[in-house]
């Protein structure tokens, strides 16, 4: 089936020279970030972690959204997802190998990468962080190109995938879970130190994976012959709605623990991220986006409106971005121990790689799509379903 | 078929090596004498058998087709699949030699409740690349051995190789890669039952014979060590053809270089001889413009034809009645 | 022969790469290195003698070294070897170099000739000529 | 056919693609009803000049071979070694590793393992082992090589004709074998041995004595023509008057002789008729080479046809 | 006996933060819990830092203390604050306690810089979190950092609540006279992190944390375990402050403030 992604139009080909070009560009400045050291990026001393890892963060939300497609179509038998389940569970291995790619350039010493395996550490939520995200992977690589294979082929998809599928139920909820984890269980770092973060995370990415995926289906619609039919993504646009309000709440109740009980602790993030720290226009417009995309989603005639359907989405994927992939991890590092701040703002190299990043994810995704499209195609089962 | 008698092959090998360096002492023999005949065995069998083949004409000019010829210039053709130009091949050749592009093909017919069905296979290929590549890394990064100074390029590799700092000294991946390939294109050989009834000795010696090399050199690094300095003393006095094949180095060492001179020995007389032939096999190294071109035959022989002056006679009262123009009334 | 010239080539090319390191070395008369104990501490030494054989430290000190690291750094033992009443750090910088304090003798040169590169001495550091 | 054309259900469920237990070279050869062909008539082969031209069927026990049929088949094995680069290469090269094997549709269609083109090839490869190569000489088995004995021929002849000569296992190898070129030059070898089927010995006669492979001759070629003509000028209304053998023409056209003679070939005949007829080309037919195709399959018969060809042109 | 540790770290690790918040009491009555998770090590050894905020001399006193540290440990002066490398290094009162603001702080107090480093931990989160096991806790109570296993992720940074940590952003080498290092240490590499290591190459000789040598007195080390150590006789007679007590991680290095005499 790989072949598929070797035959395919200028459109296609223009795109992947595209992504290649960000993933060299990526590619060099992380040569001079191994040369130089990770002093090149913006972080320091004070904030230890910074874009790579929010982007890491933000994305694992991305890959376990993907099981808000196959809960519905594998538990609840709603076959009308038979069309996009595959565009999660592929968007699902794009974004884990991004998020395993951050990982990887976020190391000071990324020679030593596999000590996470040769010295098993159970007690470090890393080590589980790690064991998951190559898991999750393996199984939508397994249970994606095997449903796939077997609709080419024109047979049931294996036996051995039910079990599968439904283990990546679990699983995907465990990605986020986890990663929620690696923060939600440091003393000393108050604006993570909260029993809601996996919730939120969990929030926020059903909200923000499946907008996403709400986008990418109208833009293949659009460019490609795949159509899965108005009905799906409706649905998809329900969850999505339903996802952002409890996100919206969970965050509206941080802020009430915060600033209600008055603990200077609670309330220092909330204060540096909207009112004096570099962030300040960007939180706000997060915040501005999450309400916006709430008028456009909430009310059914603009939910079915396909047009304000996209803005919608648009602004709830940028919104979440700038909060998780940003907001949330830098925020919780920028008030330091010593109850001082010392900003954060990505360097140069830093942003090149955080694209070439992005560039070889959507290369896989672009990649697994046209695979999955030019399947499809041959069996004349692109177009909208009748 | 023939799995233990090659097995057993290998483990011969490893025996005479063995009882060759630790009971008999022959370092001379299994240092300097049999590495050179075992080069240049190889060296001219590889040759003679090029030669061999080079002095067989090309009677057909038949490449494989697999896509559009070329006819008129606004259909698009395939210009890899079926090459009408000299570039055409090359490129094909390129993609062949170095993606083996073919085996990317590669399908599984099955039966499914009467319907036969294709799908994707693409583990022979993958394994196929990791097998012969990592072999590359691994003969280049020995040119440490031969080479002194060490050229920085070689260096590089092998920093590159142990990227991964797993292990005292650094594991090298091409090592392990080349072992775990093998070791997967066996079990290949016989989990599959097409495979496994089509092969033969032949095939199954080779991997257990690279396997062998592998293990040898792995073992040789990471666990009984020998005496790296020695080694490469004698490489270089190979390659300076000196030949002087210090004491004291560890058989292990000769176990492994015994059976790379067996490869280079076997190299020649058996299907290892695919490297050489991949550039000679007519079917992908011949651009398809018979159309264009006419290619006669080589060795063009006479041949007894049906003229049309036999065949006016056979039918000349029959043609004049169908009003057929004759030459002869 | 038939397509002669090009089969030709293609096995001047097959040779030029088969008997590649036969040529390179033309003229590159390589010295084989020995591991040189000669400096002022050992010089004064009246029995050479090391944690253990030479045969076995040349074929196993990165081990030995290796170990000693995870026993020092690690389980806190820094109990020190004696070797016939001379006692031992085990230490790269404050065992090992205290008495071979000729590195590019005594590593360097076995290493490159080797086309090793340890990275011990990215963190280690030896100064020559310090003893 | 009188038990009915079985349906494809039928035909896929019998089929199993796991190999018998016993090797290769230890299952004789089964001659299994339908699988093969009728040996070529004497006539047939007596026409193009080919020796050993006797009555024969494959699925008799006496194949009624030349005393030195041996002699002949690795003389003739050792003349193509050497007048083939390909069947040599072919012979030397293959690495056994089972992409080709399941691309053959007899293959596919019978589950027969020596169906495979990698197996099927490797019935001659273990004869050019046993009789060409120092190690199968002095291994023998454990080289892979086997001695040429009777059954081995009928092993030999029996897969030899289940090959179309297709070329998919070729687009899957990678090296490029070709089995098509294997089967031909192990055809041109049964050939001096007489053993043609007859299903191909009678169109190669018929090529070669008539033109054509369904043995049309000129009047008929002519008066079939004429048919067709009759049925364009009732539906157009406009007759069309072709030339047969005409000398100066600028055009000698060729078509597979079905098109003369078989619907739906005739159609497409006719199309052919009307769209010169409107392009107004100088053309014309010849009864003499009167076949498109090529049923040669083997050299000889392939010069003759470009040698008439030529003579037609200067006609 | 390390391997019980290591089973109770895992445990630790999997159930969660909070066992026992008393701990810090019951060392300070100087009873043993009955809960083995919060027993002394039985090896009886738990090294810590007094550190008397008033017997340090001024600003050379400091100076004093921290340039031998880090000089005897090659730890770099590199100027650009967000690559700084510290294992020991002074703040106010306000940044080393936050979470005890007092605004009525006397002058002197508020003034005066308080010597930080590695709090060592009994129940260090960098121990916790560490995915590789290059940061662990050995059985004298020191939290090692091991450069050798260390991957760069910077989880320990992230989890350590006092900013003892410090991460190799550059090359360390290219911020040190390399001409003048000691000889006896080696530096770091790029991309690992580290922290004060408690001096175990000085401890093995016999010798005091070099801060605490070079403190004339300010800085007493000893062994918590031991009732008759001098760390534990000036605990028990002076009123200290430790960072961040309320977050459970019990820290090896105890503040006394006031002044021994007046608290006494």
Known sequence: ??????????????????????ISAGSLAYLHQFKNGLGVTGMSRDVSWGFYISQFTFLVGVAASAVMLVIPYYLHNYKKFGRIVILGEFLAIASVTMCMTFIFVDMGQPMRILNVILHPTPNSILFWDAMVLNGYLGLNLVIGWATLHAEKKGTPPPAWSKPLIYLSIPWAVSIHTVTAFLYAGLPGRHFWLTAIMAARFLASAFAGGPALLIILALVLRKYTKFDPGREPIQSVAKIVAYAMVANVFFIILELFTAFYSNIPGHMHAFEFLYAHGNLVPLMWASSVLAVLSLILIIPPKFRENESTLILACISIFISLWIDKGFGLVIGGFVPTPFNTITEYWPTLPETIITLGVWALGFLVLTILYKVAISVREELGTAGPPK | MGIFFSFFMVILLVLIAYFGIAAAGLHTLFGIIIPYAAFVTFCIGFLLKVIKWGRAPVPFHIPTTCGQQMTLPWINYSKLDNPSSTSGVIGRMILEVFCFRSLFRNLKTGLNNGNISYASDKWL??????????????????????????????????????????????FLLSGGVLLIAALYLFFRRTSNPQVRYISLPADYFPLFLIAGIALSGIIMRYISKVDI??????????????????????????????????????????????????????????????????????????????????????????????????EKE | MYNGSKIIIGLIIFLAIATFPFYSNIGKSAGVPMPDTNTPVINGLDKKECVASAEYMKKEHMKVLDEWRDEVVREGKRDVINVGGRVFEKSLQNGCMQCHSNKSRFCDECHSYAGVKPYCWDCHHFKEGRI | MAKGTPKPEELTSSIDYNPPATGWRETPVDFKEGTFCHGARPSYLQDVGFPNAREWAPADSDWKLPENWKEIFLEAMGERLKKYRSFQLFMDICVRCGACADKCHFFIGTGDPKNMPVLRAELIRSVYRKYF??????????????????????????????????RRCSVFCPYGIDQAEITM???????????????????????????????????????????????????????????????GAEILFVTPSGDLFGDPGTYTAMGYLMLFHELGLDYTWSTYASEGGNFGFFTSMDMAKRLNYKKTRQA | MRI??????????????????????????????????????????????????????????????????????????IPNTKHEVKWIWTDSYEHSFPDQPNEFLPEKIKEKPFLLLCNHCDKPPCVRVCPTKATFKNPDGIVVQDPHRCIGCRFCMAACPYGSRSFNWVDPRNYLDMKNINPDFPTRTMGVVEKCTLCPERLARGLEPACAEASNGAIVFGNLADPESEVRKILNTHYTLRRKPEIGTQPSIFYVIGGGENAG
């Open chain 1, 1 to 22: 089936m790989l072949d598929r992604a070797l035959k395919g139009s200028k459109t296609y080909w223009t795109l992947v020279i595209i992504l290649l070009g960000f």
């Open chain 2, 125 to 170: 290929w993958l394994a196929g690349l990791a097998f012969h590549y990592s072999f590359a890394v691994v003969l280049i990064r020995h040119l440490r051995f031969f080479l002194e100074p060490v050229p920085a390029l070689i260096n590089t590799i092998d920093s590159l190789d142990g990227f991964l700092q797993v292990g005292v000294p650094h």
């Open chain 2, 229 to 326: 300095i020695k080694v490469k003393q004698l490489t270089v006095s190979l390659a300076e053809l000196k030949g002087n094949a210090p004491e004291g180095i560890g058989t292990i060492f000769f176990i492994h270089l015994f059976l790379i001179c067996t490869l280079l020995v076997y190299f020649p007389f058996s299907k290892l001889m695919h490297m050489g032939g991949i550039f000679l096999s007519p079917t992908r190294n011949l651009p398809n413009d018979s159309r264009i071109k006419r290619h006669i035959n080589p060795w063009n022989p006479e041949v007894k034809v049906h003229t049309y002056e036999a065949y006016e006679n056979d039918f000349r009262e029959k043609m004049k009645g169908a009003g057929i123009p004759v």
């Open chain 4, 133 to 166: 190569t120092t190690a199968g000489k002095l291994l023998g088995k454990n080289a892979g090589a086997r001695e040429l004995t009777l059954d081995v021929l009928k092993e030999l002849w029996y897969y030899y004709y289940q090959c179309t000569e297709c």
């Open chain 4, 185 to 247: 030059i192990v055809r041109e070898i049964f050939n001096l041995l007489g053993l043609n089927t007859d299903w191909i010995a009678g169109p190669v006669s018929n090529c070669y004595k008539k033109g054509n492979h369904l043995g049309l001759e000129p009047h008929t070629i002519t008066s079939n023509i004429e048919y067709l003509l009759d049925d364009i000028e009732e539906i157009t209304g406009i007759r069309i008057e072709p030339t047969f053998n005409r000398k």
């Open chain 5, 4 to 77: 019980d540790r290591r089973k109770f770290l895992q445990i630790a690790g999997l159930s969660g933060i909070g066992l026992g918040l008393s701990a810090a009491d019951g060392l300070f009555k100087g009873k043993a819990l009955a809960s083995g998770a919060h027993s002394l090590p039985s090896s009886g050894t738990r090294l810590a830092f007094v550190i008397d905020v008033n017997k340090i001399e001024g600003e050379d006193g400091y100076r004093r203390i921290i340039e031998a540290c880090h000089k005897i440990h090659n730890v770099p002066n």
